[in-house]
């Protein structure tokens, strides 16, 4: 009897792991953006960003030379909750921050390049595909 006890709760068990397991693989979703932005072209803005040269202060994945270390990281950008600390990481703020860091946070190191907004637009779609 105990045997048998035993064994169904190793399978319940079993079961149980297996539910989990498949839940979390199908929950996470790489497919699409987490945060889309509206008119914007991520592969445009790869291309903007090494021409702004953010990757003098960035380290940010898939950009080619961009390994700076006075600004943090971009990895897993998508993901993070607040844009240096202050705004909501919304695609708005994020155009906002990129196009005038200065008037969100005086004194950040990070200057104010004169970015346009459509130019900010698609840097922004590319910083959201790091995940
Ligand atoms: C001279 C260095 C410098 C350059 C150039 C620069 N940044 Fe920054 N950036 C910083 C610093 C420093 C911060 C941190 C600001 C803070 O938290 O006050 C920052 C913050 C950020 C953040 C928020 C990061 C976070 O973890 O919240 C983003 C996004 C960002 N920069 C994007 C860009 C983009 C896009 C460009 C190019 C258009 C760029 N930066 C150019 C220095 C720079």
Redesign the pocket.
Known sequence: MRGIREAVRGVVLAALCCAIIASTVACRDDSGPIRPIAGGDPARGATL?KA???G???DIPGIDGAV?L???P?VH?AR?S????ELPNTGDN?IR??RS?RAV?PG????D?G?GESDARN?AAY?YTLR
């Open positions: 960003i702004f040269g953010c003098t202060c960035h700076g006075v600004g943090p971009l950008f993070h607040y844009i240096a600390g994020l921050w990129i860091p946070e950040t190191a990070m200057p390049l970015v840097m910083l």
